[in-house]
């Protein structure tokens, strides 16, 4: 009874309050209302540089970047996960994607740091989480320290749309890769938002393709760029689009990478943005 009235009277008020409950490996994972939108995210380490990761499409704390809040050093890093509106416990309500998502997600993502009381911050962005991502350190530079993508891209053209085409189906992809999302969702509402995603993805084709290319020219952080080079998803032009448009971005290729690097390598991808969030030397890239 007190924490249903709690919850009522943070969104009332529009004002963030965190509420706790257990989760996996004894970490704590939190709900903070911003705009009176509930937001789930995870806290772990205790650095002195803070991380904030946006997962991808659909995606959650735990599957999407589990390697990284068990694998990256806790004390070098403060890592904050987040769920985007729509996402894994970021509902109710549930989320009507528009051409705007991205957009939307890149405001939402900035309410919350600050909601957190993070002055700064490195952003860790994958696929659509990455493409958000962009937008945010274009539009709130003060804000992002250093950026690293990937399997994210800032346009959508006829061919990408066209890939997506091939999995707009759940039937079409792999157990491991359903099964989590059937369990958090449920099979008839996990249709329901992708079938929503795939339409905003038409829209924002429909409307020329672009989400953020005109805003690289913005974003002014050191950034580095990820890339799986068999990524079924996201082909090389957009990583090269990327680095070619963002000022000083590094540019480096997983070979028998596809979409999901930070899993499948984890080891090499948490050596690799350690470094460049420490500032080592990475030359070599």
């Given at each position: ?79 904050f996960v987040w769920e ?137 952080c050191p950034t580095l ?42 080891g090499e991808f948490n ?15």
């Amino acid at each position: 009874m007190y924490l249903s009235h709690l919850i009522k009277k943070c969104m009332n008020r529009n004002i963030c309050r965190r509420i706790s409950f257990s989760t996996q490996a004894q970490v704590q994972e939190r709900l903070v209302y911003v705009d009176s939108q509930k937001i789930n995210y995870l806290k772990v380490g205790k650095g002195p540089k803070n991380i904030v990761c946006f997962p991808g499409a659909l995606g959650t704390i735990w599957s999407d970047f589990k390697p990284q809040i068990e694998g990256l050093n806790k004390e070098e890093f403060t890592i904050f996960v987040w769920e985007q509106p729509g996402h894994g416990k970021s509902r109710p309500p549930e989320r009507i994607f528009t051409s705007q998502f991205f957009q939307e997600d890149a405001d939402t993502g900035y309410k919350l740091v600050k909601a957190l009381g993070l002055r700064s911050f490195s952003l860790l962005g994958w696929s659509d989480g990455g493409t958000a991502g962009l937008i945010l350190a274009a539009k709130y530079p003060e804000v992002v320290e250093k950026l690293v993508v990937w399997g994210s891209n800032s346009y959508i053209s006829t061919e990408d749309f066209e890939n997506y085409e091939k999995i707009q189906n759940i039937d079409s992809w792999s157990e491991n890769a359903k099964a989590p999302l059937l369990e958090l969702y449920g099979e008839k509402l996990l249709r329901e938002i992708q079938n929503s995603v795939f339409e905003a993805n038409r829209a924002i084709v429909n409307q020329g393709g672009d989400i953020s290319s005109s805003l690289l020219k913005h974003i002014s952080c050191p950034t580095l760029i990820l890339h799986g080079a068999k990524d079924p998803l996201v082909s090389l032009e957009h990583p090269l689009y990327l680095r070619d448009n963002i000022k000083g971005a590094k540019l480096h290729i997983f070979p028998e990478g596809k979409h999901n690097i930070h899993i499948r390598y984890a080891g090499e991808f948490n050596d690799i943005t350690t470094k460049f969030l420490l500032g080592e030397d990475l030359s070599e890239l």
